[in-house]
């Protein structure tokens, strides 16, 4: 297998390393921005490459739904179709089997949805999943797993592990383009140690390319997300990517980084952008909607450099939303995937200076939000 990834410093158990993929190298550790359906919301590939976001991630299962096979492949690909030349991901619908638990139904050889969309029915096996992604033509591929909501009995986490065991060897063995499309397997095992030691096992054992911890922001408390991604983390091959699914605020990622994760994503920051949540480099977060803001003529955050924060102020993004212009939404979705990017690229610095400890403390002790302030 030709080796794809290189850990080039580290800082404590920070790694700052390289993944190469067919779009292009990536820089460790990094914020992947979510475009579920093939689009970051309210932003355009021009402004990703503006921001330095250098993956993007979208979902099999939705893109299977629409615009469907038939459209990406006469497109040329997911690439051509989304017009962006930098990396892709893609997640493999196992995220799904949790959040759609109403609407499928799980055995041994694979799940069927039924589409939320029409009703209409689709089967997911871990072959046809592959087959998908690499018709895409993702840089790296997700295989089929089974995601739990938490809590959950050890008899229901044991079966989703023994699953996503069998499933990853299945997407293993169903790769066909091996050059262009690196499959990545998940750990599963929700809270129980022991079974997250199995799951990580198991797939190490598949010798894959890369591998994701899965199944955490799924119901347990930040604490225990801390405890479980940090010992799963640790069980990981040190040669070859870590990512952590699911996470995207700044507590979030130093954390992760802290534990020798390299790649997050999560669609919190456009999300929160979408109605008016501020996410700032310094860690905290606050709402421009707020009644204070309205007359607030200073950057949206002090310590961006983000074109949007150069540009415009709270007071001005206060009357956006307030008027129900989606303009607001869209400047906060883009300073919010700005100031993420920003933050592991400073990460990567502090590691390669050995600095990562100070770093990291900095943020530790920063609140969470700002002082709280009237609403209206």
Known sequence: MIETFAVSATSGAARRG???TAHGEVATPCFMPVGTLAD???LEPRDLHEIGASVVLANTYHLWLRPGRETLEAAGGL????AWDGPLLTDSGGYQV???????TIDADGVTFRSHLDGSEHRFTPENVVAF?????VDIAMALDQCVKLPAERAELETAVARTSAWAERCSAARRQTESTMLFGIVQGGLDEALRARSAAELIALDLPGYAIGGLSVGETRDEMDRIARSTAALLPANKPRYLMGVGTVRDLVAGIDRGIDLFDCVYPTRSGRHGRVLTRAGAEFNVRNAPYARDFGPIDGDCDCRVCATYTRAYVSHLFRAGETLGGRLLSYHNVAALVALVRDARDAIERDRWPAFRDAFVKAPADEPQKETE
Do not use: A, D, I, Y
């Open 133 to 137: 992604q690499e018709m895409l033509g």
């Open 18 to 20: 390289t993944l190469t």
């Open 79 to 82: 690439h051509r179709f989304m």
């Open 40 to 42: 970051v919301k309210l």
């Open 98 to 104: 949790f959040s759609l638990e109403s609407r499928r």
